[in-house]
Structures are given as C-alpha cells and as structure tokens.
C-alpha cells in the first residue's frame, strides 16, 4: 500500500504509463525547463562574472578616488597638503601622487630594426603606489625597481615589442614629438633627445588594456621627461577600505578640499562600461526568460493532453465520491513534478557547464581555429563567472512558480469536469 497521499499517487502514476517507464510528453516538458533554467543560471553568471573582474581589474591597477585639478592640464604643484588632507578620512586607507600621459616609445635592439608604439606613461611613487594598486604584487618577471630610469612594462606589450628584462629603450614625451614636427624642413631646427630608459621588470595585472596599454615608471623619472617642477604631480590616486563608500567620500572631500581640486570615482571614471554591462545583463534576462515561456507552454500542453486522455477516469473518481480539490491536486502535483525536476536539473546542467565553461571554450578554439573570447574586445583572458546566490534563487524561483501556474488552468479544468459529463463523453 503506497504512503504516498492519494492525489501523489495518481500523479506519478499518470507521469509513467505502463509501457513505458516514463511519458514523452513529460520528457519534454522536463527537458524544456531545464534548457531554460540552465541558459539563463548560466548568461547571468557569465554577466556578473564580467562586471566582477572588470570592477577588481579596473579598482585594482586604478584607485577608488582620483584628486585632480578643476583645470586637467595644470598639476598638484605642493600636493603634500592636499595628500594629508585626503589622508585624514577615516574611509581612506592610501594615498599616492602620479602622473599619467602619453608618450612615443622605440626600441633598441642589439640587432633588427626598432620597433615605435604610442602607450600610456604612468609615473608612480614607489613608495607609497603599494598602498593605492596592486601593481607592486604583480610583476611576473624581474622586479619592481624604478630607480634610475628603471621602467615596468605590461607583458602584453613586452611580446608585442619584443621586450625582456634589461632591455634599454628611448622615450620622446608628447612636448618632444611637437618639437620635432615643428622643426622639420628647417635648417636651424633644435635636436630633442630622447629619455633613456631601461626594463627592470614585467607585469600581469590581470588586465589586456592596462597589460598592453601601459608603461610604469617612477614620479621624479616622469618629471624630469615632462619637464615638471619638483614636488609636483598630477593628481592623487586615493584607496578606500570599501570601493562602494566612494560617493560618500567624495562628498566628504569636496567640503574640505579646496574649490580648485576635483574628485572622481572609480565609476565615474569607467561609467560607460559598467552601464553597458547593467543594462546588456539585464536584457539578456528578459529576453531568455522567454525560454521559460515557451516551456511552460509545452507544460500546458502536456496537462491538457493529460486531462483529454484521463477524461473517463476523471468521470469515474468523480463518480467514486472524489472532490474536485483532490482532482486539481491531481493534475497539478504532476506540474510540481515536471518543475521540481527540471528546475533542479537545470541547475545541475548549468553548475556542470560553468565548472568547465574554460576547458570547453577551449575545445571550441581548438575545433573552429578562431578566437571565441578576444582579449582585445572583452578584456579577459578567460571566461569569467561568478555565481550569485540572489540571482540562482531568482532564476530557480521564478521558473518554478512559473511551470506551477502553467499547469493551473488544465488542473482547474479538470476538477470542474462532471461526472456525468466525464463519462458520456466516452
């Protein structure tokens, strides 16, 4: 004797016809759920993983907080007051002065011809930049060593230009370059020499743009290429103990700072991304969860095969003295059945698909011989994923309800059949 309650037991039994151990319309239904409760587990990980790694990439290499002049082509003439200022908030765990431009580098190799590229200078303190950005805790070759003209490349562009430790080449600041393009053709044109600089180490900051974008050298080296005062800067890079306190801090700073300095977030600064990213995560949810549409109508479709084929047995139990509620529990324990399972097995699948989302990536390049995930476009290595809590119980939830109200309305039907009815119609 089953212990199962009665409207269970009919349930399942209904779900396994005697020739077969299970439907194929119930088969179908599963599979349905399951595709869309995978697809979408896995889309939203993937987006939430992009957004997590480009916020540690981007709040790592960069600071949280950005002092600048109101005037962006002046600089920080004294900014050790302004340093101690920023210093003192208690929100505020480092602070480090840098100078940011552009500049013409070339190579100079034992042997072969020089190679040219246009990357981003950054100049640094060496003391204090450990305390702002991970940039000291990244060099994957040599070491972080800016003393006389030492300079830090990104290993992206080290391969690109050919680069390796010990490594010496010429740096021509944007003023330099001007210079020499206003004296072509004339006779008495002033000869700009470059800055001579050497590779003391490589770094990996996890980033394409900053590995093949950037150079790093120390503050004074910077200054003396830009022909800047020293004791001079052009902005603060600013560290808070939580990235998510800064609009609560530059608010806190504007108050005390004077009115010709300005502050910016991380976000402000990188607004543009993450607001793609938002709203393109957001648009892919609504757009998949259609597929959890059309599976709750194959659920609809199932019930109400279902009820046509069990309409002279519905006569009979009705007939037998059984209700209408135990009739719609009935048919909707089979739509909690179909849910049940193919929301759990959809969140197998896609916890299975996200374990080796690398390694089939990988499988893929290796199959189709083309770049699935270019560095250069979606500034990863890899295919990130980060699993969120809230959003699996979102997903999970909202597809479960969903197959259960599917199946209501044949469910409904069912119980409001009359026996008399029920059976004259066979």
């Known amino acids: 004797m089953s212990r199962l309650p009665f409207e269970a037991f009919l349930a399942l039994r209904y779900l396994r016809p005697r020739r077969t151990f299970v439907s194929v319309i119930t088969v179908i239904s599963i599979v349905g759920v399951l595709l869309g409760v995978a697809v979408l587990i896995i889309v939203i990980a993937v987006m939430s993983g992009f957004d997590q790694q480009w916020r540690d990439t981007i709040m790592g290499f960069n600071a949280h907080l950005k002092v600048y002049p109101a005037e962006r082509n002046q600089s920080l003439t004294n900014y050790q007051s302004v340093l101690r200022i920023v210093a003192a908030n208690p929100a505020v765990t480092g602070v480090s002065p840098f100078i940011r431009t552009r500049v013409l580098l070339k190579t100079e190799p034992d042997n072969g011809e020089p190679s040219m590229d246009a990357p981003e200078l950054v100049g640094v303190d060496p003391d204090s930049v450990g305390k702002v950005t991970v940039l000291p805790r990244s060099i994957v070759a040599g070491s972080f060593d800016l003393a006389d003209n030492g300079?830090?490349?990104?290993r992206d562009f080290a391969s690109r230009m050919g680069?390796?430790?010990?490594?010496?080449?010429?740096?021509?600041s944007t003023s330099s370059v001007q210079k020499m393009q206003a004296g072509i053709g004339k006779t008495n044109a002033e000869v700009v020499l470059p800055e001579d600089f050497?590779?003391?180490?490589?770094?990996?900051v996890g980033s394409p743009d900053f590995n093949s974008l950037v150079i790093?050298?120390?503050l004074e080296d910077a200054r003396n290429l830009l022909k800047m005062p020293?004791?001079?800067?052009?902005?603060?890079?600013?560290?808070l103990r939580d990235p998510f306190l800064a609009d609560k801090v530059k608010g806190e700073l504007e108050k005390v700072l004077p009115d010709d300095l300005a502050v910016y977030t991380w976000f402000e600064e990188s607004r543009d991304i993450f607001s793609a990213l938002a709203v393109e995560k957001n648009t892919?949810?609504?757009?998949?969860?259609?597929?959890?549409?059309?599976?709750?109508?194959?659920?609809?479709n199932c019930q109400i095969t279902f009820v046509v084929q069990k309409t002279r047995e519905i006569?009979?139990?009705k007939a037998l003295g059984a209700s209408g509620r135990q009739i719609l529990w009935v048919f909707l324990s089979q739509s909690l059945v179909v849910a049940v399972l193919g929301v759990g097995l959809g969140f197998g699948a896609a916890m299975l698909a996200l374990a080796y989302r690398n390694q089939f990536l990988t499988f893929m390049r290796n199959v189709t011989h083309a770049d699935l995930l270019p560095a250069s476009i979606y500034r990863v290595y890899d295919l990130p994923a980060s699993?969120?809590?809230?959003?699996?119980a979102f997903i999970c939830g909202t597809a479960f309800v969903t197959c259960v109200l599917a199946g209501l309305f044949p469910a409904w039907k069912a119980s409001r059949l009359q026996p008399v009815e029920a059976l004259r119609h066979e």
């Open 216 to 218: 790093v050298t120390s």
């Open 315 to 317: 006569g009979i139990l």
């Open 387 to 392: 699993i969120q809590a809230g959003d699996i």
């Open 198 to 204: 050497t590779v003391r180490g490589i770094f990996d």
């Open 151 to 154: 300079l830090l490349v990104g």
């Open 163 to 172: 680069l390796d430790i010990g490594n010496r080449v010429a740096i021509y």
């Open 230 to 239: 020293d004791s001079s800067a052009q902005a603060l890079q600013v560290k």
């Open 284 to 300: 892919m949810f609504y757009v998949l969860f259609f597929i959890m549409i059309v599976a709750a109508f194959g659920i609809v």
